[in-house]
C-alpha cells in the first residue's frame, strides 16, 4: 500500500510557478510510475503529466508542454510537478498517482494509489 500526499498548491497571479510535491509513504516510489491529473469543478479528472519509474520518460498533455515540469527524486520518495507561466485555465484541484507496473500513463484508471489532492488557483 502506498500513501501519497500532495502540497505545495496555493492562489497565484497568472503568469506566476508553483511547485507540487508529492511524497509517498508505505513503500519505495522508485518502482512505480507516476502521473499528475488535475480536476476543474464542473469538469472531468484530466491528464497532466507522467514519469516513468527511473525518470527516464517523461509525458505531458498538450495544454501544459513546455510550462510544466515533472521529476522524481526516488531517495527522497517525492515527485514534483513545476509549474511556470500558470493560467487561470490551470485553476484545479491537482492529484498524484501511483502505477504499480511503473510505466508513463495518461489514463486515470491506470494508476493504482491516489492523493488527496492540493488546490491551484491561478487569478487573473
Known amino acids: 500500500q502506498v500513501q501519497l500526499v500532495e502540497s505545495g498548491g496555493g492562489l497565484v497571479q497568472a503568469g506566476g510557478s508553483l511547485r507540487l510535491t508529492c511524497a509517498a509513504s508505505?513503500?519505495?516510489?522508485?518502482?512505480?510510475?507516476m502521473g499528475w491529473f488535475r480536476q476543474a469543478p464542473g469538469k472531468e479528472r484530466e491528464f497532466v503529466a507522467a514519469i516513468s519509474r527511473s525518470g527516464s520518460s517523461t509525458r505531458y498533455a498538450d495544454s501544459v508542454k513546455g510550462r510544466f515540469t515533472i521529476s522524481r527524486d526516488n531517495a527522497k520518495n517525492t515527485v514534483y510537478l513545476q509549474m511556470n507561466s500558470l493560467k487561470p485555465e490551470d485553476t484545479a484541484v491537482y492529484y498524484c498517482?501511483?502505477?504499480?507496473?511503473?510505466?508513463?500513463?495518461?489514463?486515470?484508471?491506470?494508476?493504482?494509489?491516489w492523493g488527496q489532492g492540493t488546490q491551484v488557483t491561478v487569478s487573473s
Open positions: 498517482a501511483a502505477d504499480a507496473r511503473g510505466y508513463v500513463r495518461a489514463r486515470s484508471d491506470e494508476y493504482d494509489y
Open positions: 508505505g513503500r519505495t516510489l522508485s518502482t512505480y510510475g
